[in-house]
């Protein structure tokens, strides 16, 4: 059963900047979400488990004076999504901006290892999961349906174009879907006031390695980044929310790696 975490915050009055994150309690969309809050934006951030990370985000905004709503969604739902977005508006007004973040990967494996159940978690929520916020955001923002506009920020994944051989083919190729989407709903809503962009994260500090089983494969593979170093999360989302902002306003169907220059 979806709920809000109990005391989230609400904006005395409809705020101008509106965020939903998805998949806000760690990692990269955590660091949004405080970015976010410190550029004046409302806040909500989706999660699927962890409920203490996700109330630990919304207690540092709440403390540095923003506001913040964390909602419990599986996005590959769509009931849970369209829920989402109709709590975020009951709390905050219409959203103006979506960082489609929610991801997941699976055990390091070859192709000829994976089970069909594995790549159909994968896609679900990858794939499904984006599309689904993403067709919620344009069912609300464009200033044909009575909107402010927008901006949606998809995160996708430098494994997009490198392919990620033995270790996760499917989840580049789940990414590899999202470059697909950013381009073509770009082009769908260009000229109703809502920008479409991604970036394309490379190998960064976040616990997402140990969910592939291995904690450290960012040390493992640093030395084939020209950087020679793994990013922080708060890097990839100074990119984000830089596509969000009016400093970006003739940019969209675009993408930035974030990835040392690999």
């Known amino acids: 059963m979806n709920h809000v975490l109990p005391h989230a915050s609400s904006a005395s009055d409809s705020p101008s900047k509106i965020a939903v994150i998805t998949g806000g309690s760690r990692g990269i969309g955590a660091a949004t979400a405080k970015l976010a809050a410190a550029q004046g934006y409302a806040v909500c951030i989706s999660y699927r488990r962890h409920d203490a990370a996700a109330e630990q985000v919304c207690q540092t905004i709440r403390a540095a004076g923003g506001v913040c709503l964390a909602v419990r969604a599986d996005v590959s739902s769509e009931a849970d999504v369209i829920d989402l977005f109709d709590r975020c508006t009951e709390a905050f007004g219409t959203p103006t ?6 991801g997941i990967l699976e055990t390091q494996m070859p ?18 999961g984006a599309f689904l916020c993403a067709r919620e955001a344009v069912r609300r923002m464009p200033l044909s349906v009575g909107g402010k506009g927008g901006a949606i920020v ?23 879907a ?43 593979v640093k030395t084939g980044i020209p ?28 993408f930035i790696d974030v990835a040392g220059g690999r």
């Open 97 to 102: 901006a979506l960082v489609n973040n929610a």
């Open 111 to 128: 192709l000829a290892q994976m089970s069909v159940e594995r790549l159909q978690r994968i896609l679900a929520v990858n794939v499904i």
């Open 154 to 176: 998809n995160v996708s994944s430098r494994a997009s174009c490198l392919g990620s051989p033995g270790e996760y083919v499917d989840y580049a190729a789940s990414k590899g």
């Open 178 to 220: 999202i470059d697909t989407l950013t381009i073509g709903l770009s082009r769908e809503v260009a000229a109703d006031g809502v920008r479409v962009n991604a970036v394309r994260p490379g190998v960064i500090h976040t616990d997402i390695h140990a969910a592939g089983g291995e904690p450290d494969r960012v040390e493992r």
């Open 227 to 254: 950087m020679q170093r793994g990013g922080a999360a708060e890097e990839v989302a100074q990119a984000i929310l830089w596509l969000l902002s009016d400093a970006a306003s003739y940019t969209t169907g675009s």
